[in-house]
């Protein structure tokens, strides 16, 4: 039984009865460690960093016994790495290579011979950190990015801090970019100094080890703990961080309402080239950052560790705006904001130019990554959502490092060769180019109203799977969430978010897109589909009944499309607006009066709406459904009873009723609706506008000509 231990800058996570239920298992033990280190952001970075453990198996081809390493494999997150992420290598055959290695000249042809020692056979494949491993002789070795380590790893005198902090017992091996002979350094680096406890890569990160996976995980939270330790102490000593204070944060509601008001505009600018994803963040170790004294100095110096800058860029762009700037007048804040991003665009692509090399891949979109408002917060962009999360919180990993290195040294960051040969490096290119397509709906974000169920929920579902962005949004907040919940679970924590919304009241519907732009950005895509349903013959329909159906169906629609045009217009990206009618706004059938003549003003207004904002590039569409019963609200109420009734059958047989009278003689299933949503919005109909579609099994008097 290990002795629980308290550490003060990383989490101790260690359970012996978990660990014990792994005994002999080493590779479970491996994954149980890895998973517990990746679970805290201060010891690694998403993606970032690599485990390793030794077994000894029977040789499939002998039957003799060999060792074999066991080690994550390329593109995996050691927080979420499980046995199929790992590659299992022969360590003899993976050490034999030294006789074939020509030196960095011919570096990356190394990688392809990993194949050649692979053990299993169901193997991830080997990634560039393998002989970094592979060369040491210790039974379980991590190797991380903790923002602690990378901060002496990246200070100018960080080896001589090393060596006193550690008193000889880590090693220190100047930066290299990975590959096999940074592999042979480290071995050279063990051999001169035996007995030493991890070494500390320049720049890059920390080797760690141990004879057991609990050794080796209580040696990396130790040494962490150290560097953390002695960093906070040095901070404690100057008394500031960064220079001290230059400007004062605005409070936290008015960051929000700054950030949502700005983000549609660094939207547009950044999918200039490709359409982006947004996110921000206020966090409290951004704002001393960016409000500090040094941010002009050290912004521009760009990141350290390579895992940073391949996600971040080599440095962000600083906003020349005041924190409580008036975004109010749009023109005015985009005159301000457009010689920014072309001085941006100029900077990254004069790196490119003076770095590139005759084989390097053509330049990537210039447009940055991340983007740092003094006073209110930083903006990352990417081409989704998980990956604009990952570069801000690899921006943090890469603040805390600069924090750390000023405290105690001096912060150094990489030089531009080096980072362009990281960045534009031909074994990333090859990854990238191995990358799955985008999907139809890929760097899109769709909000949908109702859509916590019924055609709403269809069609956001049908985004989702299409790559999109989606936004649940109902006046049920229970219902929203528990959707919510549901898509999170389908398509993961980034690809859904939820804004309550009265579709009837301005204000609520401007606080929800104010929530998405905080979440994504903007938003490329309206789904107008909020709707209720009252069926009474005119004598029986209140005025309380007309209002109602006109504020929700015609108020609504308008509303909603109202707010949602001027934040994309912000974007300056066009859009799609699609609205939710009925084949009753065609048809006059009984008992109907204040339903049919609100889904026909409805109509209208999507017609007026396209013919207005064609010059926007944005398109506004109809689908006109019927009869859609499956997991609508509206059919669980006295709408159903009502239709039942004009029709002369019971409840239980409308469905039945709905498809015989239709030329198809089908019944219309909320899917059917959002797939004619997605034919809109998917890209074959990306130059129509002002269309109606109809969905409803075919009814000849709802033909539109």
């Avoid at 002795?3 to 996570?13: K, P």
């Avoid at 002999?24 to 805290?40: Q, T, W």
């Avoid at 494999?73 to 290598?89: K, Q, V």
């Avoid at 990537?364 to 998980?386: C, E, H, Q, W």
Wanted: proline residues 4%; aromatic residues 8%.
């Amino acid at each position: 039984m290990s002795a629980t231990r308290t550490f003060q800058h990383v989490n101790y996570l260690w359970d012996d009865a978990k660990a014990a239920s792994m005994a002999g298992d080493e590779v479970a033990l491996l994954l149980y460690r890895s998973n517990i280190l990746g679970a805290d952001l201060r010891i690694t970075n998403y993606g970032g960093g690599n485990t390793s453990c030794r077994t000894i198996e029977k040789d499939p081809l002998t039957g003799n016994e060999t060792e074999v390493m066991w080690i994550k494999g390329s593109g995996g997150d050691i927080g979420s790495l499980t046995r199929s992420g790992l590659a299992a290598l022969y360590v003899e055959r993976l050490r034999s290579l030294t006789g074939v290695y020509k030196g960095l000249a011919k570096e990356d042809e190394m990688v392809a011979l990993f194949n050649h020692c692979i053990f299993d056979l169901d193997s991830k494949a080997p990634s560039i950190d393998t002989p970094l491993h592979g060369f040491l002789p210790f039974k379980h070795i991590d190797h991380l990015h903790p923002d602690a380590a990378i901060a002496i790893a990246a200070s100018k005198d960080g080896e001589q801090i090393t060596k006193d902090l550690f008193e000889g017992s880590i090693g220190w091996v100047n930066w290299q970019r990975p590959g096999f002979d940074l592999g042979l350094q480290i071995k050279d680096c063990l051999e001169k100094n035996p007995g030493i406890r991890g070494i500390m890569l320049g720049s890059h990160g920390l080797f760690t080890w141990g004879d057991t996976a609990y050794d080796c995980y209580i040696n990396s939270l130790e040494v962490i703990e150290k560097c953390a330790t002695y960093i906070e102490e040095n901070v404690a000593k100057n008394g500031s961080v960064f220079g001290g204070q230059k400007i004062q944060s605005l409070e936290k509601e008015q960051r929000l309402s700054q950030a949502a008001a700005l983000a549609p505009i660094l939207r547009g600018y950044c999918s200039s080239k490709n359409k982006m994803i947004g996110h921000f963040t206020d966090d409290q170790k951004v704002l001393e950052f960016i409000n500090s004294n040094d941010l002009d100095r050290l912004a521009p110096m760009g990141t350290s560790c390579p895992d940073h800058f391949l996600r971040t860029k080599i440095s962000p762009l600083v906003l020349g705006l005041t924190p409580a700037q008036d975004l109010s007048d749009v023109a005015t804040i985009k005159a301000a904001i457009a010689p920014q991003f072309d001085a941006y665009r100029a900077m990254y692509t004069a790196y490119y130019d003076a770095c590139k090399h005759p084989n390097s891949p053509a330049l990537r979109d210039p447009n940055p990554v991340v983007i740092l408002y003094p006073g209110v917060g930083m903006f990352t962009f990417a081409k989704d959502k998980s990956t604009a999360r990952v570069a801000s919180e690899f921006y943090i990993n890469a603040i805390n490092v600069m924090r750390g290195a000023e405290a105690i040294s001096s912060y150094t960051a990489l030089p531009h060769q080096e980072a362009f040969n990281i960045e534009y490096w031909l074994l990333e290119e090859a990854k990238l180019s191995r990358m799955p397509k985008p999907k139809a709906l890929s760097g899109r974000i769709a909000f949908v109203s109702g859509s916590a169920g019924g055609i709403g929920k269809a069609i956001s579902k049908k985004f989702a799977e299409e790559g999109a962005c989606v936004v649940i949004s109902d006046i049920d907040d229970d219902r929203m969430n528990n959707t919510l919940a549901e898509f999170k679970s389908m398509f993961g924590k980034d690809a859904a978010s939820a804004a309550l919304m009265n579709v009837t009241d301005k204000g609520s519907i401007e606080k929800a897109l104010d929530a998405i732009a905080l979440a994504f950005g903007g938003v490329d895509i309206i789904v107008n589909s909020a709707g209720l349903s009252i069926s009474k013959p005119i004598e029986e329909h209140t005025e309380k009944d007309w209002d109602i159906l006109y504020d929700v169906l015609v108020k609504g629609q308008f509303l909603v499309t109202q707010a949602a045009v001027n934040v994309m217009r912000k974007q300056e990206m066009g859009g799609d607006i699609i609205n939710i009618v009925s084949k009753n706004a065609l048809v006059s059938g009984p008992n109907n009066a204040g339903y049919g003549s609100a889904k026909a003003a409805q109509l209208h207004l999507s017609r007026l709406n396209a013919a207005e904002l064609g010059k926007d590039k944005i398109r506004v569409n109809t689908v006109n459904p019927d009869a859609v019963i499956a997991d609508s609200k509206i059919w669980a109420g006295d709408w159903a009873q009502g239709r039942a009734k004009a029709y002369g059958v019971s409840v239980e047989e409308l469905p039945a009723y709905y498809a015989k009278r239709t030329l198809l003689n089908e019944i219309i299933l909320p899917v059917d609706i959002a797939n004619a949503c997605f034919a809109v919005t998917g890209g074959l109909l990306n130059k129509s506008t002002g269309n109606v579609i109809n969905v409803d099994g075919g009814v000849a008097m709802a033909f539109v000509r």
